[in-house]
């Protein structure tokens, strides 16, 4: 066993030993020379080859080159690091000047309710940042006295958008003589299609948000705008065992029974998702637009394209993460002008062609005929008002208890009902708690 | 001497079996992680994590080492880790010399304390610790991270080191004292020499838990040219993604020091144990 430690190492040192030597040269980004009297201090959490990392990084070079004598020092950070330490850094004096902040009630909301971000109201008027932003973009930029969205002071900033859609594989639909549904009798009637075939048809995860999404989407289709309000922004009460709720829970019972989703579902990932996707092994995965830049760039063995839920005018979706302003920021006014940078046309438009969802972009203008689709499916779906937000947003922890309520559809241990009561709990619980 | 060689009982065979199949199990994580390091994010999504790259693809790593510019992260894990390490020993031998030889009054309360302390889960302390390192101006510097973890790991360190001096030979210290020797004489001339293996594994032991540690650095690090290594590699969690090859390929990173670390000084340990082991 030690030999084998021993060789393990050796290769593992010889192995590093390269890196070391292909890495010689890497030099400091954080960009520690200061040029000028001004340093504009940026924090986000996009991967660099993301559609946002690509826009962003765009944009720190047209903010230097406006702003001569200003040095942008840009530090990657992680997702869970900005989860974590959020609150305690924000109310410090090493709170950076303008950062990506996940957008809803519990992370922006809760930092807007405890004064650690800037009212960004003023600007956005001055700036027109409302009027670049479509009204249900901007539910989750603006937040009450209580940290609740939708109304209230501006204390974000969205510069992306992202929805649910279903996206297919055109080989697969091709090889079972299937056109793209566009009625949810078309769709159900493909599933069956590749259910009788031997296939199962979508790829899910319900280990995580993917199956969720499903069993809300199907409730969607039975739902308006006042049904979403009312679950979202505590509009009136919302009936577990209403028509929306009971047709969500029953159908995606239904359809495992039917073999459209698999009963190994309930332990899979999100990522495993995915991957199966991209390997072929499903013709259906019913996800977000996150997924989007990354097909695009590793789908390479068969045709794929999107399509919009055709099962109702509402879809989930919202706004991106957000740029906020730390009420401890130093250079607010810089923050502001590099917040106006990358909400204009052509850092939108970079954004729109890398693969992500721009907010502000010139339809025109985007060019790449995939992420054309993506834009166009959007702009349909926001100007028929069906941004209908997550089902895990309106109660701290929610995630975790409709993840174990799908779960239990999944695996069939509870009929829907008992699901729905289970999941009606904590809901009502919070409403208890915000004094609804 | 293959003649005196005694015929091996079937017991020793399962017994060798049995750690042959431990050894594999125990090396299997590594091996998929070293597996998907090499691998591109193509390869990985069409194969999954278990299939076999086709070449060796060092983009991976080479491209993560740049972004979080590994080389400075690599510097402060050593220079954290190290004084860590040497202050918790320092600390932990001038503490256990008054509790286990000096045998000051209630030190069975004190050790108790010790271990208490010991065992407080690490997110208790954040807020205070929080407010405090905030008070003295030490938030976001390695300076708070070094005096945290060398008062942790030496709390740890105060109560193994006074049972082990608490056995040390009276003789020995009386003959010291006979001869003219004070108490800082006897500590540096008799006691740390003759503890010496015990000190040096303590020594690795603290290097390599500071070296792990996670959450408090997280939580006091916030300039990224501040970071450990652990809390770099955290950055490629995104939200709702993940890069498996990249992801991978950190690990990697991450892993080959602590063990390059282990297996140099993995003679030294050794020799502490058995020592440990034969008083």
Redo the contacts between chains.
């Keep these: ?1 030690l030999k ?3 060789t ?2 050796a290769a ?2 010889a ?2 030993a ?2 070391l030597a ?2 010689g040269g ?1 030099g ?3 960009g ?1 020379s200061s040029s000028g009297p001004r340093t504009l201090t940026l924090w986000h ?4 080859d ?1 559609a946002m990392g690509k826009a962003w990084a765009q944009a720190i070079k047209e903010f230097e080159t406006s702003h001569p004598g200003v040095t942008v020092k840009f ?7 900005i989860q ?2 959020a609150g ?2 924000l109310n ?3 709170a950076p000047d303008v950062m990506e902040y ?1 957008k809803g009630n519990a992370t922006a909301g809760l930092l807007s309710k405890q004064g650690l971000l800037t009212d960004l109201s003023d600007e956005a008027a001055k700036r027109g940042w409302d009027k670049l932003l479509s009204p249900s973009l901007q539910t989750t930029a603006r937040y009450d006295d209580r940290g609740i969205m939708g109304s209230g002071k501006w204390f974000g900033i969205p510069n992306y958008a992202e929805y649910v859609m279903v996206y297919y594989n055109k080989d697969a639909f091709k090889k079972q003589g299937i056109e793209v549904p566009t009625t949810f009798d078309e769709f159900t009637a493909a599933l069956d299609t590749f259910a009788k075939a031997g296939i199962t048809p979508i790829a899910t995860g319900g280990a995580e ?1 993917p199956a969720q999404q499903i069993m809300y989407l199907l409730a969607l289709s039975k739902a308006d705008r006042a049904w979403v309000d009312g679950f979202q922004q505590y509009k009136g009460k919302v009936d577990f065992h209403g028509p929306e709720f009971t047709y969500g829970a029953q159908t995606f019972a239904d359809w495992v029974k039917k073999g459209y989703i698999s009963k190994d579902s309930a332990g899979i990932k ?2 495993d998702m ?2 199966s996707f ?2 072929g092994k499903f013709p259906i995965m019913i996800s ?1 637009s ?1 997924w989007y830049g ?1 097909f695009q ?2 789908i ?2 068969f045709d794929w394209g999107s399509f919009l839920w055709p099962g109702g005018a509402m879809a989930p979706g919202s706004s991106g ?1 957000l740029w906020v302003v730390p009420e401890k920021a130093k250079n607010k006014d810089l923050a502001y002008d590099f917040i106006d940078i990358t909400m204009n046309k052509d850092i939108q438009n970079l954004l729109g062609n890398s693969g992500g969802l721009p907010v502000a972009a010139d339809p025109g203008a985007i060019t790449d005929p995939k992420s054309k689709e993506l834009v166009e499916n959007f702009n349909k779906l926001s100007s028929q008002d069906g941004l209908a937000f997550y089902p895990d947003w309106p109660a701290p922890g929610y995630y975790d208890v409709l993840v174990a309520g799908v779960q239990e559809l999944i695996n069939g241990s509870k009929t829907p009902e008992q699901v729905l009561d289970e999941i009606a709990g904590p809901y009502d619980d919070n409403l208890a708690d915000i004094g609804n | 001497m293959s003649a005196e060689r005694p015929v091996r009982a079937p017991g020793r065979w399962a017994v060798l079996a049995a750690l042959a199949v431990l050894a594999v199990v125990m090396s299997s994580p590594f091996l998929i992680v070293t597996l998907n390091a090499f691998k591109s994010p193509a390869e990985y999504s069409s194969g999954g994590p278990l299939s076999l790259p086709k070449g060796l693809y060092l983009d991976g790593i080479i491209d993560f080492w740049n972004r979080v510019d590994f080389g400075e992260k690599l510097w402060n894990s050593l220079l954290i880790s190290g004084a860590v390490a040497i202050g918790a020993v320092v600390l932990s031998v001038l503490n256990a010399y008054a509790l286990g030889i000096g045998r000051v009054r209630g030190r069975l309360w004190i050790l108790v304390l010790f271990l208490v302390a010991n065992t407080l889960p690490q997110e208790s302390l954040v807020y205070p610790l929080y407010y405090l390192s905030k008070e003295v101006g030490l938030y976001d510097s390695k300076l708070a991270v070094i005096l945290i973890f060398t008062v942790i790991q030496a709390a740890f360190g105060t109560y193994l080191l006074s049972s082990v001096l608490g056995q040390f030979p009276r003789e020995i210290l009386e003959a010291a004292s006979i001869d003219g020797a004070g108490k800082w004489r006897a500590l540096s001339r008799i006691v740390v020499p003759i503890s010496r293996p015990t000190l040096s594994v303590l020594l690795i032991f603290f290097f390599i838990w500071t070296w792990n540690e996670f959450f408090l650095p997280l939580i006091f690090l916030i300039s990224n040219d501040n970071q450990t290594v652990p809390v770099a590699l955290g950055v490629l969690q995104g939200e709702k993604m993940m890069d498996a090859t990249m992801s991978s390929a950190s690990a990697l990173l991450g892993i080959v020091p602590a063990v390059a670390f282990f297996l140099i000084f993995q003679r030294t340990l050794t020799r502490g144990v058995t020592v440990g082991a034969i008083k």
């Excluded at chain 1, 959490?45 to 660099?48: L, T």
């Excluded at chain 1, 530090?75 to 690091?81: I, T």
């Design positions: 066993m084998i430690g021993r393990a190492a593992v040192l192995a590093s390269l890196v292909a890495c890497s400091d980004p954080g520690g959490y996009e991967g660099a993301s530090e990657e950070k992680g997702f869970e690091q974590k330490t305690m850094v410090s004096d090493e996940n948000y999100a990522e995915g991957v991209i390997g977000g996150w990354r760039e590793q390479k063995d993460n």
